[in-house]
């Protein structure tokens, strides 16, 4: 059983629609973080979010952190082919102990 | 090096040997990770250290995987009698402490035949 749950699981979208994918778990975090992984990469941050109900903004990324810190959303607005690939959410404990969900690949066609 | 650097990259062995992977983390980095992803997946937790002492090693499938971390730098992790199961990419990860960015590594990807 996964701690955290990402939906949807798979993604595919034309260029310049949005989207939103999220990470809900019944566990609260210390902070969450977003990674974005290619193929034959590790994963690599594209947030952290720390205090409840917060939002931070990355060019076309909108990232939220519920207000009880114990799920996130990603908003991805006009995507582009290069937002393709593997998006996870990763939980930190306030031991730093860190868990992932298991991802949304996202597919942007031209 | 600048980042987590992770030897080998690639492994093949045969069923039932015993395989050790490397991890050096980003220097002065005292929290280090391990995860297991296959493909398609997100990475799943083995065992997280903080500085030499493992914190958290619930993720570990079993008694054939053990991971050492003896001054709080260079992690290695082993893995007796290797099974076919076992095959996936070994990723590693380090950080400078709580909520800040974890550095992974490219990965160790094993393959048990």
């Known amino acids: 059983t996964q701690l955290l749950e990402q939906s949807p699981q798979f993604l595919s979208i034309q260029e310049g629609e949005n989207l939103t994918v999220y990470c809900n778990s019944s566990?609260?975090?210390?902070?969450l973080q977003w990674y974005r992984q290619e193929p034959g990469e590790g994963p690599v941050l594209l947030v952290t979010?720390?205090?409840?109900?917060e939002v931070k903004k990355l060019k076309r990324l909108t990232f939220q952190f519920g207000d009880a810190r114990k799920d996130s959303s990603l908003h991805i607005t006009a995507a582009q082919p290069g937002d393709t690939g593997l998006y996870l959410c990763a939980g930190e404990y306030n031991n730093n102990d860190m868990r992932f969900g298991a991802g949304t690949r996202l597919t942007v066609k031209p | 090096g600048a980042g987590v650097s992770q030897t080998p990259s690639n492994k093949v062995t045969e069923k039932g040997k015993y395989v050790e992977l490397r991890c050096d983390p980003i220097?002065?980095?005292?929290?280090l990770y391990w995860y297991r992803q296959s493909l398609g997946q997100g990475p799943e937790f083995l065992i997280y250290?903080?500085?030499?002492?493992?914190?958290?090693d619930s993720g570990l499938p079993n008694d054939r995987f053990f991971a050492v971390r003896p001054e709080g730098s260079v992690s290695t992790l082993k893995i007796q009698r290797t099974e076919r199961g076992d095959s996936a990419v070994y990723l590693c990860?380090?950080?400078?402490?709580?909520?800040?960015?974890?550095?992974f590594g490219q990965g160790t990807r094993l393959t048990v035949v």
């Open positions: 566990s609260v975090f210390s902070s």
């Open positions: 220097s002065g980095h005292t929290a």
């Open positions: 979010v720390v205090t409840g109900g």
């Open positions: 250290f903080q500085g030499t002492g493992a914190a958290d």
């Open positions: 990860a380090s950080s400078t402490g709580l909520n800040t960015e974890a550095f």
